[in-house]
């Protein structure tokens, strides 16, 4: 069973860029869900994706964008970067039946370090 | 507001005793409580969870306790090893499971050989 994979590692943006940030899915997960954890603190939620679509966000700005592909591949976009958006963004997935429900348990990647200068 | 809350940033035991890691909570609307393990440069790995219907949970070396009327649990490590050295999450779901979890900052936990 292939665990939740993130890529790139380790990402040096420059404020005002744009940052594309991406995830495999748990095999057999049709839910993920994005977080941001800043140094020091827990993991914040960001949104969650089921079928393609977003049923569930956390306070954070519209540049804060993602998509979920078909296989369940998702990505996580963000525009204007900005400083505070240096973080470790970590991608989690889980069954889910409807999105809502299911198991509570996710299953997180190894995260990308983004860095803006 | 912080919802859910880890008081001590760090705890250093000896192996072999007891690690008891705490969390506090404020909404009593949370009905599924976690803990996850970090390693430095890897995401968190699930250990261990609980329902609000239920006030312990256990598995293995790894006991979650739960007392609602406190809103409070912990977790408990019997006997600790220098391999469960990490840092440590606890995190809180609502009614529904809409997918959101929400974490505490993290207990450091140094288990001394």
């Known amino acids: 069973e292939t665990g939740v994979t993130q890529s790139p590692t380790h990402l040096i943006k420059t404020r005002g860029q744009q940052v594309t940030l991406r995830c495999s899915s748990q095999?057999?997960?049709?839910?993920v869900s994005w977080y941001q954890q800043a140094l020091g603190q827990g993991p914040q939620f960001i949104f969650q994706?089921?079928?393609?679509?977003?049923?569930g966000r956390g306070n954070f700005p519209p540049r804060f964008s993602g998509l979920q592909f078909p296989n369940y591949s998702s990505e996580l976009n963000v525009n204007a970067l900005e400083l505070d958006d240096s973080a470790l963004y970590l991608c989690?997935?889980?069954?889910?039946?409807?999105?809502?429900?299911?198991?509570?348990?996710?299953?997180f990647g190894p995260g990308t370090r983004l860095t803006v200068t | 507001d912080q919802q859910v809350k880890q008081n001590s940033p760090s705890l250093s035991v000896q192996e072999g005793r007891i690690s008891i890691l705490n969390c506090d909570y404020t909404?009593?609307?949370?009905?599924?409580f976690l803990w996850y393990k970090k390693y430095p440069a890897e995401g968190p790995t699930f250990l261990i969870s609980?329902?609000?219907?239920?006030d312990k949970n256990e598995d293995g070396r790894f006991t979650v306790f739960l007392n609602k009327s406190a809103k409070h649990l912990s977790l408990h490590i019997v006997p600790s090893q220098p391999g469960d050295s990490a840092v440590y999450f606890c995190?809180?779901?609502?009614?529904?499971?809409?997918?959101?979890?929400?974490f505490g900052q993290g207990t450091t936990l140094q288990v001394k050989p």
């Open positions: 989690a997935s889980r069954p889910g039946t409807s999105g809502i429900g299911g198991n509570h348990e996710q299953y």
């Open positions: 095999s057999g997960h049709n839910t």
């Open positions: 994706y089921y079928r393609e679509e977003e049923n």
């Open positions: 909404n009593s609307m949370f009905d599924y």
């Open positions: 609980i329902s609000s219907i239920k």
């Open positions: 995190a809180a779901s609502g009614r529904g499971n809409t997918g959101k979890l929400i």
